[in-house]
């Protein structure tokens, strides 16, 4: 693919990405397509060859990204709970800058074909792996409990709802909400005071009144 070919397919999936934020996948014709991208319908299908063409490659771009940025602190020698703070930032960076997109492949992706949607939902369970194995690695360090998919799977639904909400001039940044996410994750609601006192205290049961 040449240059002009990449650039033209990249301004497609960002102008497409907005037209499915406010209208949906099926109420963005292709002719409202090719109108918001200047392009006569001959010459849009030779660049994204069909509508549900665009939106899996939406959702595959998006995927491959958040897959790309988090792996580098995944294979690191960092202790487990550094890698579960990198990662989750990696994370909410990436919503940051592509949260309007995500909403997309989220909301959008039960239109895909069969084929597409297991395409999509192969990414999603590689990506899934890379926050399994930090989990797991702190779990065998007795950092915190083992986990199993269901565990992974709520944790990220929590970081990934952020793309709805999360905006670029908030009062936290990015890298802010996702340590506080951990802290919450790691700790809990449980007050400050309390967790120190609770990490003092011995494991034991306390004795029975006389």
């Given at each position: ?21 406010h ?16 392009l ?48 989750a930032?990696?994370?909410l ?19 895909l074909s ?70 919450l ?13 609770r ?12």
């Open positions: 693919m040449t240059n002009a070919n990449r650039s033209m397919r990249e301004k497609i999936l960002e102008t497409v990405t907005e037209l499915f934020i209208k949906g996948f099926h109420g963005t014709g292709v002719q409202e397509i090719s109108k918001a991208v200047n006569g319908r001959g010459a849009l299908y030779y660049h994204i060859g069909s509508k549900e063409q665009i939106l899996f490659d939406i959702s595959m771009s998006l995927l491959r990204s958040a897959l790309d940025t988090t792996l580098p602190f995944v294979d690191t020698d960092d202790p487990p709970d550094v890698k579960l703070h990198n990662i930032r990696a994370l960076r990436h919503h940051a800058t592509h949260g309007e997109g995500w909403q997309v492949a989220v909301r959008e992706a039960r239109f069969e084929e597409y949607q297991q395409q999509v939902i192969d990414a999603r369970r590689e990506f899934e792996q890379l926050w399994h194995r930090v989990l797991q690695e702190g779990a065998r360090a007795g950092l915190w409990r083992a986990v199993d998919a269901v565990d992974v799977r709520g944790v990220l639904g929590m970081f990934n709802y952020t793309a709805r909400w999360m905006r670029a001039d908030g009062p936290l940044s990015p890298e802010q909400i996702a340590d506080r996410y951990v802290d994750l790691l700790t809990g609601l449980i007050e400050r005071s309390e967790r120190s006192e990490s003092d205290r011995p494991d034991q049961p306390e004795p029975p009144p006389e």
